[in-house]
């Protein structure tokens, strides 16, 4: 069965620091990869995905992630954070092999940026 | 351009009342599906479907009812409401079943059940 892990329930960084967020998955065929974003009391945001290609992906608000297949990982980074990026963030992934139909989400990651 | 659109945003029931929440998008998406979302758990799958008349299960169903009639609506029915059933509820849609699409998502619906 699939699976999607986020190991940090919290992230904490100061303003003009890099930021990393972790996501590793579990899959039986070839993973599409996605992150979205939840600010208070609204749905999610879609920021960025991988489906197939070059490992590292660009998205919205300056967010980048990079898909490693050795390590089943997708890390959302993002080198400058700003306050704003304060928000609860969900890695999810989509199993190609029994028809991707089931989009799987993590628990999520509260990152919070001091400034 | 609305997007997808949930109703109601707060609803309060009792045990064993029943209820439906709306679901309508007007991007003409194929795909719509519905999420509960629990503090600690992220979102759980309930229900999708793939296209007008065609629906299946997600990782929790039980308790839940789906139609999809048109393409653009897809309301979810309790039919006699539990507790445990108090949560966040997320409609979501996207483009196409080659599955390579993004999720759109409602702004959600607050349930709690007494």
């Known amino acids: 069965a699939q699976s999607v892990a986020q190991p940090e329930d919290q992230v904490n960084v100061a303003e003009g620091n890099p930021l990393t967020v972790k996501c590793t998955y579990s899959?039986?065929?070839?993973?599409?990869l996605f992150w979205y974003v939840q600010y208070p009391n609204r749905g999610l945001q879609f920021l960025l995905k991988?489906?197939?290609?070059?490992?590292l992906v660009k998205g919205s608000y300056g967010f980048e992630a990079e898909f490693n297949k050795s390590q089943t990982s997708f890390h959302l980074k993002k080198p400058s954070a700003l306050v704003s990026d304060s928000a609860l963030y969900f890695c999810?992934?989509?199993?190609?092999?029994?028809?991707?139909?089931?989009?799987?989400f993590g628990a999520g990651t509260r990152l919070f940026v001091k400034a | 351009n609305a997007g997808v659109t949930q109703t109601p945003k707060f609803q309060v029931l009792k045990t064993g009342q029943s209820m439906t929440l709306q679901c309508a998008q007007d991007?003409?998406?194929?795909?719509m599906s519905w999420y509960r979302q629990d503090p600690g758990m992220g979102l759980r799958l309930i229900h999708y479907?793939?296209?007008?008349?065609?629906?299946d299960q997600g990782e929790v169903p039980n308790g839940y009812n789906v139609s999809r009639s048109t393409t653009e609506d897809f309301p979810l029915r309790l039919l006699s409401a539990a507790p445990s059933q108090t949560s966040v509820y997320f409609c979501?849609?996207?483009?196409?079943?080659?599955?390579?699409?993004?999720?759109?998502f409602g702004e959600g619906s607050r349930l709690t059940v007494l």
């Open positions: 991007m003409n998406h194929e795909y």
């Open positions: 999810a992934v989509r199993d190609t092999r029994t028809g991707g139909f089931k989009t799987i």
């Open positions: 479907s793939v296209g007008a008349g065609i629906t």
């Open positions: 979501a849609s996207s483009l196409g079943v080659a599955n390579t699409g993004e999720l759109f």
């Open positions: 899959v039986s065929g070839n993973p599409y």
């Open positions: 991988y489906i197939t290609g070059d490992n």
